[in-house]
């Protein structure tokens, strides 16, 4: 089954603690992407990646950290969590960028105390 | 300032009836829209995409329309199902797709 798999999906940390949320897919797609939603905002592109060691900043890269050592993974760092980070998170991947169907995770909520 | 904006955050439309959800976009480079549903504690899931070259795209009963000069498109749902009631997001690409944003969603809700 296709499928894009974040984890953890819950997570409570306290400040200044550093987490790693993981995310993996299954359909062998360049480009993949981490997006914060907060309410009334939608959608924010945190990063993004078009392939294999290649990432590059989305609209609110600031406290994040990304990497893309393989082609089906694509975790996301925040190496010193504040609570403004408190928020619905989602990976997703496509075969290419934004002009094809993205495929996204459940989603992990993260509340940084 | 947002690039993607749909200005009504919530619809309430009965079952049957033809739900029209609302996108606006203010960067003319854009060339690629796309829309997506979003269930509670799911992941956002595609809808239907319309390319700039076209100004209608069709998928049973989901249709969107692009009206480029006016630079908005809007979602068509004939007839509506309670299944459909979800939030709706609007997204649009541009740059070869390495520009991709999304609007801040409307919540569509079909009464019985």
């Known amino acids: 089954e296709a499928q894009v798999t974040q984890n953890p999906r819950y997570l409570i940390t306290v400040t200044g603690k550093k987490l790693t949320v993981t995310c993996s897919q299954n359909?062998?797609?360049?480009?993949m992407s981490w997006y914060r939603q907060d309410p009334g905002l939608g959608l924010r592109q945190i990063y993004y990646?078009?392939?294999?060691?290649?990432?590059d900043k989305g609209d609110v890269p600031e406290g994040y950290k990304v990497s893309r050592k393989e082609k089906r993974n694509f975790p996301l760092i925040l190496e010193s969590p504040s609570p403004n980070q408190t928020s619905l998170y989602f990976c997703?991947?496509?075969?290419?960028?934004?002009?094809?169907?993205?495929?996204f995770g459940q989603g992990t909520r993260l509340t940084v105390v | 300032d947002q690039q993607v904006k749909q200005n009504s955050p919530s619809l309430s439309v009965q079952e049957g009836r033809i739900s029209i959800l609302n996108c606006d976009y203010t960067n003319s480079m854009f060339d690629y829209f796309l829309w997506y549903k979003k269930y509670p504690a799911e992941g956002p899931t595609f809808l239907i995409s319309i390319s700039s070259i076209k100004d209608k795209n069709e998928d049973g009963r989901f249709t969107v329309f692009l009206n480029k000069s006016a630079k908005h498109l809007s979602l068509h749902i004939v007839p509506s199902q309670p299944g459909d009631s979800a939030v709706y997001f609007c997204?649009?690409?541009?740059?070869?797709?390495?520009?991709?944003?999304f609007g801040p969603g409307t919540r569509l809700s079909v009464l019985p």
């Open positions: 997703a991947s496509s075969v290419r960028g934004g002009d094809t169907e993205a495929f």
């Open positions: 990646s078009m392939n294999v060691e290649v990432t």
């Open positions: 997204a649009a690409s541009g740059n070869y797709g390495q520009n991709f944003v």
């Open positions: 359909m062998n797609h360049e480009y």
